[in-house]
């Protein structure tokens, strides 16, 4: 089977359901760039991410006789990636009490501040975050969980999850307003 | 503020939808490594072939341990020979030379000889008897009442000038203690054989234990097997054997992290169908069915030779090894929780664990009859090393249930 390199997804993905590497090779290299994005939103570390990555596509490959393909493949890998990379950081991933959650005043901020972040500005404030609240962030803003799912993944109570998420906004917010500062 | 966190969370989500970066060829390189998955899966001839080097060690063993014995006995029997040599060694007569040929030629006749009087018929002529009643009274000198080379020794030390005058007495005399001890010759040959029987008994088992580890759920088990117990001295037998069991494991807590990958494609297969997945929702089971080698050592504390200590370890090889996963999902839009079955892994004839687990036992010898014995023996076996590829830890107790054929300690 010759391969094309502007085959859809939908063709590249009944290549890959064959198993053909060169298929799945191309599908790896077209969603690479996003794998990373999300990989690297949980993870921070380039190499970690890597890692968590490669499981998730590896996964994917799979249990890809699984996906139907009347649906989106986007979405569907980016449940394996997220699931992966909770699974690689919860060792980590430390259950604060609230009482241990320091109080953060609320603080405007400003629009036109958060237009110019980065992706690279983006991690350097969550780095700064405790894991949990910066997970939490992640799952509920970006990925669009709810506070019930967040409370299962993560085995928390789900008031802690909304707890988590007030907390790392009003943290943002502050590390956003001080860096404006120093800028 | 909701607008403005909208507005933040949105621009992460532009960020990274359109994140770019290099390093694609590098990655698919790596994911190359582990992907397609490499079989492990050892061909047939090398597991047959450990098996068969574990039975021929276990087999030469004990083909030494009884050549050993025997070697012993021999010895034993030269050396008393040569340590009470009197009234043979000053005669010149055939039975002299016969007997001195028996005594100091350290060779297979000695043993052949033995074996033949105890079959030899009584009505064998003098000289095909002599040497063989010579070497037999030789041979059994440590037992009381038939130490007729002591007695003979005696005999000359009390009267050594009457030795030579002595001489046909003497050959009358064996001729009849011959005679005499006929009889009791037959009968010390099969007491013989049941003592050589007990330096090696046979037994076979059966096996009900439990299964746990930490806070796992505990499962119940069966095996089933044969030992042989040899003796190392009075007190101490050697214990080796061979069973087949099977070995049952559910973790829900403590999951070993070589079976992470599992935990993980069972939350997967929940992800896929939409439904979220708890973090510490996951049962693995493990299962094998297994091979073990237990090799221990058994003190018998008292002379009654009813209790036992054991101890020892257990190695094992597998039959079949099957590892799965699953997990309870949640679906929050019918808000109902449904179980998804996670990746299997499975494989045959494969792997050997020398030593995976210890083994400590107390062995209670309940007497069926003559020859026959039960055994209630209460054992646990701690995990040393782990089962199978996955280096499963399991820690196990039970009851061996033992009857033992054809001998007693």
């Known amino acids: ?183 | 503020m909701n607008t403005l966190d909208d507005k933040f969370s949105n621009h992460i989500k532009a960020v990274f939808e359109e994140f770019d970066t290099e390093g694609a060829d590098y990655g698919w390189a790596e994911l190359r490594k582990d992907f397609p998955s490499k079989s492990s899966h050892k061909p047939l001839y090398l597991w047959l072939s450990g098996i068969a080097a574990s039975l021929l060690l276990a087999g030469v063993f004990l083909f030494n341990t009884n050549n050993n014995d025997s070697f012993k006995n021999v010895s034993q029997q030269n050396n008393t020979a040569k340590a009470t040599p009197i009234a043979p060694q000053k005669t010149d007569s055939n039975l002299d030379k016969a007997t001195n040929k028996e005594i100091n030629t350290f060779d297979k006749k000695i043993v052949s000889a033995k074996i033949v009087k105890g079959i030899a018929p009584a009505n064998l002529e003098e000289k095909q008897l002599i040497p063989v009643s010579i070497t037999d009274t030789i041979i059994n000198s440590n037992e009381p009442g038939r130490d007729s080379a002591n007695l003979l020794a005696n005999v000359v030390a009390v009267k050594p000038d009457s030795v030579k005058t002595t001489k046909p007495t003497i050959l009358e005399f064996l001729q009849k203690e011959n005679e005499k001890e006929n009889k009791p010759v037959l009968a010390s040959a099969g007491k013989k054989a049941r003592e050589d029987k007990k330096n090696a008994l046979f037994d076979v088992y059966t096996a009900t234990f439990l299964n746990y580890y930490a806070d796992n759920p505990v499962k119940v088990n069966a095996g089933a097997g044969f030992n042989a117990n040899i003796r190392i001295n009075k007190n101490v037998y050697l214990s080796m054997g061979a069973g087949i069991s099977e070995t049952n494991i559910t973790y829900q807590s403590s999951v070993p992290s070589s079976l992470s990958n599992l935990s993980s494609s069972a939350a997967d297969a929940a992800l896929i169908n939409g439904y979220v997945v708890g973090a510490n929702g996951t049962k693995l089971d493990a299962r094998f069915l297994n091979i073990d080698i237990p090799v221990a050592v058994k003190f018998y504390p008292g002379k009654s030779g009813k209790y036992y200590l054991s101890t020892g370890v257990n190695s094992s090889t597998y039959l079949n090894q099957k590892y799965s996963s699953s997990i309870s999902g949640f679906n929050p839009y019918s808000n109902s929780y449904s179980d998804f079955k996670g990746k299997t892994e499975e494989s045959n004839f494969k792997g050997f664990d020398f030593a995976n687990s210890a083994i400590f036992a107390i062995g209670i010898n309940q007497s069926l009859g003559k020859s026959s014995t039960l055994t209630f023996e209460p054992f646990f076996k701690p995990s040393l090393r782990g089962y199978g590829d996955k280096n499963i830890k399991i820690n196990t107790a039970g009851l061996n249930l033992k009857l033992s054929l054809g001998g007693k300690k």
């Open chain 1, 1 to 183: 089977m010759s391969i094309k390199h502007n085959a859809s997804d939908a063709e590249l993905i009944k290549e890959c359901k064959k198993g053909d590497l060169k298929h799945q090779e191309m599908l790896y290299k077209r969603f690479y760039a996003y794998a990373m994005g999300v990989a690297m939103r949980y993870l921070i570390n380039k190499d970690d991410a890597l890692v968590v990555v490669n499981d998730a596509f590896i996964k994917a490959f799979n249990a890809l006789h699984t996906f139907k393909d009347d649906l989106e493949f986007k979405p569907w890998f980016r449940k394996i990636l997220v699931n992966t990379a909770l699974d690689s950081k919860r060792k980590n991933l430390k259950y604060i009490h609230d009482s241990e959650i320091p109080e953060v005043f609320q603080q405007t901020m400003y629009p036109s501040a958060i237009e110019k972040l980065s992706a690279a500005d983006i991690l350097n404030l969550m780095k700064q975050l405790p894991e949990i609240h910066h997970v939490v962030f992640n799952l509920y803003e970006i990925d669009g969980y709810s506070h019930k799912e967040i409370g299962l993944m993560l085995n928390i109570p789900e008031s802690s999850s909304r707890t988590y998420l007030t907390r790392a906004k009003q943290a943002l917010q502050k590390l956003i307003q001080s860096d404006l500062i120093k800028i």
